[in-house]
Structures are given as structure tokens and as C-alpha cells.
């Protein structure tokens, strides 16, 4: 087993503060202040500013000349619509992936899956999140078609601090991993179909979930 991915400092207060954002804890509205991040994560000026950057890039904070950093307001009903194109766009690449994978690319495939499972066994959270998005980039570049993997590895880049919230994922890596397991197999058998049908269960799962969980706190900000 390969030694476990360590983020980086910036990666960490990344993960946390959209968390925080994500389970409603930092409120639309809210200010952030550096300093304050930099004594709350033990942290110097740059990892926090390239955290700020990157939350700021997912529209998740806006940062304001004179009005300093907010926690921006995430529409439920956006952020549906981008998941959904995001799983029917991932479901089309896994069809076609299938249909243009080499015998080398489905024992790679056939590996990163094994990698995986051993992340899960081991309760290895950022393990399993790295190699999933393995998994999920390799099948983009498995279309064969650069435009499709573009489009599909910025899709899923943007959109990966809602899908990976740590409340999000806790407990669920073997159920991601199973339905890991429908893709794999349906590729390997060379079903096209069936591909693209079991990325799109995997896909909608998760992006119900999100939204269920923005529109829960959303509807407790106005209560
Ligand atoms: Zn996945």
C-alpha cells in the first residue's frame, strides 16, 4: 500500500473553512478576517491567502477591496443545476470511455480501484479521496477526446469542496467504492450502457445529498 497523501497546510484550512461554509457554521454574510485565520489555524499569511484564493475561485467567499472577505451566498438551486450537468456530463464520459479504453487502460482502471479499497478498509479518508479523483480523471482521459477530459477534470475541480464535505463523506466511502465497483465492472465487461448508467446513480447520490444539505441550512438562516 502507497503511504497515505498528506495535504497541505492550505489544502487543510481549505477543506475546513468549506466545510464550514458547506454545513452553514460560517453564515452568507459573515466576515473572515486573515489574522484571525492565521491565529485559529496556527498558520502563516500565505497558506491562508492561497486558501482564501481558492475559496474565492469556487465562489464560495467574496473578497472585497474595502469590505474585506464574506461568506457568499450559495443558491441551492445553482448549485443543483451545476451538480446535475456535472453527473449527466460524467455519465456520457464514463459511455465513452468504455467504448475507447485500450486493455492497458482497464488494468490501470483495475488498479486505481484496488488502491482505493484499501484507503477504505483502512478508514482512510484523504487516501480515498485522492484516488477517487484518480479514478475519476482517469476515466476522463480515457474518452480519448481532450476536449471531453477538459471539461469533465474543471467540472468536477470546481465543484469538488461541495462534493467532498467531511459530514458528506463520513460512512459512505464503501458505498461510493460499490458503486466504484458497477463502473469498473461495467467497463470491464465493455458495456457501454451500463457505464453510463452506474456513474449516474453514483453521481446523482452525491449531488442529492448536497443540495439536501445547502437547502437545509438555507431554509434555517430564514426561519
Ligand atoms: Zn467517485
Not at 458497477?182 to 465487461?189: K, M, R, S, T, W
Amino acid at each position: 500500500m502507497k503511504a497515505a497523501p498528506t495535504p497541505t497546510i492550505s489544502a487543510r484550512i481549505f477543506e475546513a473553512l468549506a466545510d464550514e461554509i458547506i454545513a452553514g457554521k460560517l453564515v452568507p454574510g459573515q466576515r473572515l478576517e486573515e489574522r484571525e485565520l492565521a491565529s485559529r489555524f496556527a498558520a502563516s499569511r500565505t497558506p491562508i491567502r492561497e486558501a482564501l484564493l481558492r475559496l474565492q475561485e469556487r465562489g464560495m467567499i467574496e473578497i472585497m477591496p474595502r469590505r474585506g472577505i464574506i461568506v457568499a451566498k450559495i443558491s441551492p438551486e445553482r448549485l443543483a443545476t451545476l451538480l446535475e450537468a456535472q453527473c449527466e456530463f460524467e455519465a456520457l464520459c464514463a459511455r465513452r470511455a468504455c467504448e475507447s479504453m485500450s486493455a492497458m487502460e482497464r488494468k490501470e482502471l483495475e488498479h486505481i480501484h484496488e488502491q482505493s479499497a484499501q484507503y477504505v478498509r483502512a478508514g482512510n479518508h484523504y487516501g480515498f479521496l485522492e484516488t477517487n479523483k484518480q479514478f475519476h480523471d482517469f476515466i476522463a482521459r480515457s474518452t480519448h477526446n481532450d476536449v471531453l477530459t477538459t471539461m469533465l477534470v474543471e467540472m468536477r475541480e470546481r465543484l469538488a469542496p461541495f462534493r467532498q464535505a467531511q459530514s458528506l463523506v463520513e460512512n459512505r466511502l464503501e458505498l461510493a467504492q460499490s458503486e466504484h465497483e458497477a463502473v469498473v465492472n461495467a467497463i470491464l465487461e465493455g458495456n457501454a450502457d451500463a457505464a453510463f448508467h452506474a456513474m449516474r446513480e453514483h453521481g446523482a447520490r452525491l449531488s442529492t445529498h448536497v443540495v439536501r444539505i445547502i437547502r437545509g441550512h438555507n431554509e434555517t438562516d430564514v426561519a
